[in-house]
Nanobody, 122 residues
């Protein structure tokens, strides 16, 4: 059983930066996509970013392109999300994900973390 533990969420001002981290345990993440989704109050869970094992395939939702950067350290079974130029609309609970297949759809994700709150004040 895979466990994903996120950290790094906090309150930040508009224009600020945060780096989220997520470490996987219980199973080697070889050949798994790691990624991030988010869910704002009253909204559906939304795909944010994903990265393949080799790092050769990376994808972002349009609203974060140019501001967020996803990366991973396979030796540490850890994925990161560097978030710059944060906006109030980035406020959400951010969930780490792991999946054998590429998928921007929440219904096809195999494993979820418990979430970490990111709040961007205006």
């Amino acid at each position: 059983q895979v466990q994903l533990v996120e950290s790094g969420g906090e309150l930040v001002q508009t224009g600020g930066s945060l780096r989220l981290s997520c470490t996987a345990s219980g199973e080697n993440m070889f050949d798994h996509y790691l990624g991030w989704f988010r869910q704002a109050p009253g909204k559906e869970r939304e795909f944010v970013a994903t990265i393949s094992w080799s790092g050769t395939r990376i994808d972002y939702v349009g609203s974060v392109k140019g501001r967020f950067t996803i990366s991973r350290d396979n030796a540490k079974n850890t994925v990161y999300l560097q978030m710059n130029s944060l906006k109030p609309e980035d406020t959400a609970v951010y969930y780490c994900t792991a999946s054998k297949f590429y998928s921007p759809l929440a219904t096809l994700i195999g494993y979820w973390g418990q979430g970490t709150q990111v709040t961007v004040s205006s």
